[in-house]
């Protein structure tokens, strides 16, 4: 089993910053990839971000290419999603998974989720 939890969210102005955090408990080789995902008021979740055991492995949603960065502290069992110039549109929910699979996990996530962080962005 793995146990993750999500923290960092909050309420932010347009042009701001935040930067989520993502903790990871259980097996190693279950959490070899890691990602966000996120569900905006009323909407489907969506694919955002994820990454493997190295940083460089990370890939990202269109949407938030360019103004978001994932990365990984090994030693941590840790997963962040930084995100700068937020939008309006990025409100939203916001939730980390794992799989053993970067492939896997961004094409279905998971199985079960947590309860995530609440990322809110006035205009």
């Known amino acids: 089993q793995v146990r993750l939890v999500e923290s960092g969210g909050g309420l932010v102005q347009a042009g701001e910053s935040l930067r989520l955090s993502c903790a990871a408990s259980?097996?190693?080789?279950?959490?070899?990839?890691m990602g966000w995902f996120r569900q905006p008021p009323g909407k489907e979740r969506e694919f955002v971000a994820v990454i493997g055991w190295t940083n460089s492995s990370a890939n990202y949603a269109d949407s938030v290419k360019g103004r978001f960065t994932i990365s990984r502290d090994n030693p941590k069992n840790t997963v962040y999603l930084q995100m700068n110039s937020l939008k309006p549109e990025d409100t939203a929910g916001y939730y980390c998974?794992?799989?053993?699979?970067?492939?896997?996990?961004?094409?279905?996530?998971?199985?079960?989720w947590g309860q995530g962080t609440q990322v809110t962005v006035s205009s």
């Open positions: 259980g097996p190693t080789f279950a959490t070899a990839a």
């Open positions: 998974n794992a799989d053993v699979s970067l492939v896997r996990l961004r094409a279905r996530g998971g199985d079960s």
